[in-house]
C-alpha cells in the first residue's frame, strides 16, 4: 500500500531556531498534502493544505510567516518552523493524497518537536 | 458547518469483550467516512472506509463499521477486543464535493483490561 515517510521522529532545538520537517510519498505521487498539529490527549487540527507547484492553503489562525510549507514535488513537501519558540512544541503529522477526493489518504508517523 | 463528534472520550472495555465507539456527522449531505487508529507517538493507520454502497464496511485487524444515515451515525465495531488494541481512535469525515480536507472528530482513547 501507499507509504509516506517523515522524517525527523523527533527534534529537539533551541529557541530562534528554525526546523524544517520532511513529508515524503514513497510509493505514489501526492499532488495535495496535509500537514496537521496534535497537542497531547488532542485531536488533529489541519494547519494547511500544501499543492505541488503552488502555494499551501493555511487555515485561519496558522501564521504563514512561521510554518513555511513547500511542495516542489509530486513526492515531497517540507514543513518549516522558522524562530521556533517553546510553544510551537507539539506533534506534526503530515498526510498524502492519492488519486481522487476522499480516497486514499496515508499518513506519516508524525514529528515530535521539543523547543528549549 | 460540517463536525464529527466523537461522544466518548475514554472506554475501558476487558480482552475479550466486545467493543463498540460511536461516531456522529452533522451535515446533510453524505459524506466520506474514516475510522483510524494511532498508537502512542505514532501517525495515524486506516482502518476502514465508507464512500457508498454497503453500509456496513469491513476494515484491517477485524474491524468493521455501519453507516446509517437516519442516525448520521458511524460507529466503529468489534467482537472481540485484544490488549494490543489499546489505542486512540478517531472518527474523520470529506464532506462530498466539499473539498479534500479530512476533519477529526475528538478522539476515543480505548483501554484494555486484562
Known amino acids: 500500500g501507499a507509504v509516506v515517510s517523515q522524517h525527523p521522529s523527533w527534534v529537539i532545538c533551541k529557541s530562534g531556531t528554525s526546523v524544517k520537517i520532511e513529508c515524503r510519498s514513497l510509493?505514489?505521487?501526492?499532488?495535495?498534502m496535509f500537514w496537521y498539529r496534535q497537542f497531547p490527549k488532542q485531536s488533529l487540527m489541519l494547519m494547511a493544505t500544501s499543492n505541488e507547484g503552488s502555494k499551501a492553503t493555511y487555515e485561519q489562525g496558522v501564521e504563514k510567516d512561521k510554518f513555511l510549507i513547500n511542495h516542489a514535488s509530486l513526492t515531497l513537501s517540507t514543513l518549516t518552523v522558522t524562530s521556533a519558540h517553546p510553544e510551537d512544541s507539539s506533534f506534526y503529522i503530515c498526510?498524502?493524497?492519492?488519486?481522487?477526493?476522499?480516497?486514499?489518504?496515508?499518513f506519516g508517523s508524525g514529528t515530535r518537536l521539543t523547543v528549549v | 458547518a460540517q463536525s464529527v463528534t466523537q461522544p466518548d472520550i475514554h472506554i475501558t472495555v476487558s480482552e475479550g469483550a466486545s467493543l463498540e465507539l460511536r461516531c456522529n456527522y452533522s451535515?446533510?449531505?453524505?459524506?466520506?467516512l474514516f475510522w483510524y487508529v494511532q498508537s502512542p507517538g505514532q501517525g495515524l493507520q486506516l482502518l476502514l472506509k465508507?464512500?457508498?454502497?454497503?453500509?456496513l464496511v469491513q476494515g484491517i485487524k477485524g474491524f468493521e463499521a455501519e453507516f446509517k444515515r437516519s442516525q448520521s451515525s458511524f460507529n466503529l465495531r468489534k467482537p472481540s477486543v485484544h490488549w494490543s488494541d489499546a489505542a486512540e481512535y478517531f472518527c474523520a469525515s470529506i464532506l462530498t464535493g466539499g473539498g479534500n480536507k479530512l476533519t477529526f472528530g475528538t478522539g476515543t482513547q480505548l483501554k484494555v483490561e486484562l
Open positions: 498526510s498524502a493524497r492519492e488519486g481522487q477526493a476522499g480516497g486514499g489518504y496515508t
Open positions: 465508507y464512500f457508498s454502497g454497503d453500509t
Open positions: 510509493d505514489f505521487q501526492a499532488t495535495t
Open positions: 451535515y446533510g449531505a453524505t459524506p466520506y
